[in-house]
């Protein structure tokens, strides 16, 4: 069956514009978890959807950053005013059920491969 | 504040080795571990995933250790093979949250 899917797969933007990367998970995964993956650094987390409840957004950097998620599907992750150092790869995973079951097992996205000139 | 460590960052093996990638963490109250596997281009699959309450877990040529009181695991693979190079990642989630911790991984080659 699909697996999580991610877009754009590469985005280039000029530092000061702002960019959307969009994240479908799998079907009937009820929750979503951003990451973010800076070049020579570990997979950092962002922000967290389980179905209707208010979302964690503990991870986000600055509030440039903002997240949404449509319907309990699709997600879209912003990012205004865009800085060089937003440059990474930001990967989107979805999970069966919420965290603290044993099917709780994250599927990830080939992740969006942001560039900020 | 939680902190994963991978040693080492990168080994090159012959095929056909066993070998061995160490993970640890400072904060013994996690609630599980996960092994992913990460190829250039493409996203993180998961590999294993070890509850608390396990000590290992067995999968094909992998094997997953947990020692949680000494914050160490390990991923063991048997008769290594070119396709199994990629980045190693672990992770562990605390007890009181959803949130995956990553270490920075290990680059495993296997040389034909």
């Known amino acids: 069956g699909a697996g999580v899917s991610q877009s754009p797969s590469n985005k280039v933007t000029e530092k000061g514009k702002d960019v959307e990367l969009r994240c479908d998970p799998i079907s009937g995964h009820t929750a979503l978890y951003w990451y973010r993956q800076s070049l020579g650094q570990g997979l950092e987390f962002l922000i967290y959807?389980?179905?209707?409840?208010?979302?964690?957004k503990s991870g986000l950097p600055s509030d440039r950053f903002s997240a949404e998620r449509t319907g309990g599907s699709v997600s879209t992750l912003t990012i205004q005013r865009t800085q060089q150092e937003d440059s990474a790869v930001y990967l989107c995973a979805s999970s069966l059920v919420p965290s603290g079951t044993l099917q709780e097992t994250q599927y990830f996205g080939p992740g969006t491969r942001l560039l900020v000139l | 504040k939680q902190e994963v460590t991978q040693i080492p960052a990168a080994l090159s093996v012959p095929e056909g080795e066993n070998l061995v990638l160490n993970c640890s963490f400072t904060d013994s109250a996690i609630y599980n571990l996960q092994w992913f596997r990460q190829d250039p281009g493409k996203g993180l699959t998961s590999l294993l995933l070890i509850q608390s309450s396990q000590r290992e877990q067995t999968s094909g040529r992998l094997n997953a250790s947990l020692d949680k009181s000494s914050g160490r695991s390990t991923l063991y693979i048997a008769a290594s093979q070119p396709g199994d190079s990629a980045t190693y990642l672990c992770?562990?989630?605390?007890?009181?949250?959803?949130?995956?911790?990553f270490g920075s991984g290990t680059r495993l080659l296997v040389r034909p």
């Open positions: 959807f389980q179905g209707n409840s208010a979302p964690d």
């Open positions: 992770a562990v989630r605390l007890d009181s949250s959803y949130k995956l911790i």
